[in-house]
């Protein structure tokens, strides 16, 4: 009999990324309460993260981001999703793949 290896850390983690997907889907359909916020925080020079330029400046490892009361336009698909927020009065396209967590 052959012995299988259960790598519990992958499960968890796409566990929880399916958690993400959806609370991100449940945003998508209407604002959270003002007394909730949602706080994500990518590392900005990943594979099929999109954001502008500027941003790779201030923040060149990683950024968070909060969807609280001024976020626009979160669309949330099985691969990506992407987000508009106002950055200093103007409004700035997030776009992020989240393939994976990592701790």
Request: net charge positive; charged share 30%.
């Amino acid at each position: 009999m052959e012995k299988i290896y259960i790598d519990y850390g992958k499960r968890i983690n796409k566990a929880i990324l399916n958690v993400i997907k959806e609370i991100l889907r449940d945003l998508s359909k209407s604002k959270i309460s003002s007394h909730h916020c949602f706080y994500i925080t990518f590392r900005t020079k990943s594979k099929g993260v999109s954001i502008p330029d500027k941003f790779l400046n201030e923040y060149p490892k990683e950024m968070t981001i909060v969807l609280q009361n001024q976020y626009w336009n979160l669309a949330v698909d099985e691969r990506k999703f992407s987000v508009t927020l106002l950055f200093n009065k103007v409004k700035e396209k997030i776009i992020k793949f989240p393939v994976y967590l990592s701790a």
